[in-house]
Nanobody
Framework: QVQLVESGGGLVQAGGSLRLSCQGS????????MGWFRQAPGKEREFVAL????????NFADSVKGRFTISRDNAKNTVYLQMNSLKPEDTAVYYC????????????????WGQGTQVTVSS
């Protein structure tokens, strides 16, 4: 019942910033926990960030903690990932996720996946 479309990816120099957006559809969008995973070439998909349905709780992977921020605007059916102090190792395809339970987002088994957006960080 939910469709997710990511945008905002691109090429940025190390130390720079990007803001990713994930726009969803569905009348019950605001009731879903949402988050981001990423997959670099030759590596498994890994958890990046989570935000609860209310926006009151967030969680981040240790590798991005202090550099990335996740937020949501339920009125716009949109979740954001603000990425600062980017490093070459952040290069990956970033995927938006939605699930009725937060543990499904963290575990990489959500109800819905977006198609992904490419982020490339040059050194």
């Amino acid at each position: 019942q939910v469709q997710l479309v990511e945008s905002g990816g691109g090429l940025v120099q190390a130390g720079g910033s990007l803001r990713l957006s994930c726009q969803g559809s569905g009348r019950t969008f605001s009731s879903y926990a949402m988050g981001w995973f990423r997959q670099a070439p030759g590596k498994e998909r890994e958890f990046v960030a989570l935000i609860s349905w209310s926006g009151g709780a967030t969680n981040f992977a240790d590798s991005v903690k202090g550099r990335f921020t996740i937020s949501r605007d339920n009125a716009k059916n949109t979740v954001y990932l603000q990425m600062n102090s980017l490093k070459p190792e952040d290069t990956a395809v970033y995927y938006c996720l939605a699930a009725q339970k937060s543990y499904l987002v963290i575990g990489g088994t959500p109800d819905y996946w977006g198609q992904g957006t490419q982020v490339t960080v040059s050194s």
